[in-house]
């Protein structure tokens, strides 16, 4: 094809789609809300896996976490993580801590309590977490003060009653985080003294939480005085594989192997990625069936197109046409139509996506924009190319004769 014909193409595209205003809006609407729904999806999916990816990254090199459950047993592999997991798992006693501590690689021993209570000031309460930890758990969180001070072995020894807050919590309690410094605030019933605030995470549960000794939340918020899970801090990465079959032979006398799960961080990492390649997978999948029913439209409406334009074809043919430049004509429309909604669908995509890029890390690669543009016009070759063979097959005689 010249370019001349090309051009010649394009315009009377132009003038058709202009003739039909409303149509090749509406038509053109099944492809965008098709293409949104596969990049949003894959956007939202990909901002999720980059999050936890994150927090998990954030926690330190080197380390080695024992918690409930099996969800992350190598034998069982990813399958498994929605298995017994957490839920069938045991709750760490303070001796299982204690023996932990007794491995010569590890460095530090952190023992863990989690639960969710209600952090109350002055009679403003707002819903959070109490962490109950030793004073190594800012170091294996990475977590710096940005006023106060955090509290030390002393004060866990001694049982205070104090407390490091999380940002969030300290911002929506107090009227700044610095005021809350001296301040006492109620955990459910238990009184506690902040005497520091950590800087923001971007982790809902650590931002909202109030970290306190462990040994202060033994009695009211800790009855049975069990940890959710235990962090072992290594100096030296060859040194994590003995950490962790010592750490299994010693809960192995207390606990069946399938109550708990010794890990690190790159396996986790690894069971995440599998997860979300399969929800990946799966959200495409969904999206795809939009873009499908966006094609069918598409089809449906050049059928429509050619049956309307039948003695427009006629007189072409009879003019000199070839079945080849009908074919071409109603092609073109149809792919055209079909890379315009992709394009549209895109770009709103984006705009969303930097919308809400403020509260949660959606995300948009290369891949999807590849997939947008190349399924869109795939489709509109795939359901344009019926109407237009059918359109090209008409003789002119037959065309010029239809009513």
């Known amino acids: 094809m010249t370019p001349n014909q090309l051009q010649q193409l394009l315009l009377t595209t132009y003038a058709n789609f202009k003739r039909n205003k409303v149509r090749t809006f509406l038509t053109s609407l099944g492809i965008t809300i098709g293409v949104m729904s596969v990049v949003l999806l894959n956007a939202l999916g990909l901002g999720l896996k980059n999050f936890l990816k994150e927090q998990f990254e954030g926690l330190g090199s080197n380390l080695v976490m024992v918690m409930p459950g099996n969800a992350f047993n190598d034998e069982e592999g990813v399958g498994n993580a929605f ?70 072995k002393s004060d866990l020894q001694k049982k205070s009653k104090v407390a490091v807050m999380g940002f969030v919590v300290a911002e929506q309690l107090f009227d700044s985080p610095e005021q809350s410094l001296g301040k006492t605030i109620k955990i459910n019933t238990e009184r506690f003294k902040v005497i520091g605030v950590i800087e923001k995470k971007g982790d809902r549960e650590m931002d909202n939480s109030a970290i306190v ?24 990465e060859d040194n994590i594989p003995a950490t962790k079959e010592k750490a299994k032979e010693i809960l192995a006398k207390t606990y069946d192997e399938e109550e708990f799960s010794v890990t690190e961080q790159t396996e986790i990492l690894d069971t995440v990625n599998q997860i979300f390649a399969m929800l990946n997978g799966v959200l495409v999948a969904i999206g795809s069936i939009s873009l499908i029913v966006g094609g069918i439209g598409i089809m449906n409406i050049m059928y429509s197109t050619v049956t309307e334009r039948t003695k ?9 046409a070839t079945q080849n430049d009908i074919l071409f004509q109603f092609l073109s429309e149809s792919v055209i139509l079909s890379i315009f909604g992709g394009f549209i669908g895109l770009s709103v995509s984006g705009l969303i996506v930097l919308g809400i890029r ?10 999807s924009v590849a997939l947008a543009v190349g399924v869109s016009t795939l489709i509109g070759v795939f359901f344009g190319v019926f109407p237009a063979r059918r359109a090209s097959k008409l003789t002119p005689l037959e065309a010029i004769r239809y009513e």
């Open 358 to 367: 403020s509260v949660f890390p959606a995300a948009i690669n290369f891949l």
């Open 83 to 152: 298995g017994p997991g957490l839920i069938g798992g045991v709750s760490f006693k303070e001796k299982d801590y204690l023996n932990l501590k007794k491995i010569p690689e590890a460095d530090y021993v952190v023992p863990v309590f989690f639960k969710s209570v209600t952090l109350e000031y002055n009679g403003k309460k707002q819903l959070g977490y109490v962490e109950g930890a030793n004073e190594d758990m800012f170091e294996v969180m990475n977590l710096t003060p940005i006023s106060g001070r955090l509290f030390t």
């Open 213 to 236: 000794p462990y040994k202060s939340t033994f009695g009211n918020l800790n009855p049975d005085k069990t940890f959710f899970s235990i962090y072992l801090g290594v100096d030296n």
């Open 312 to 320: 427009e074809i006629g007189i072409r043919r009879a003019i000199g």
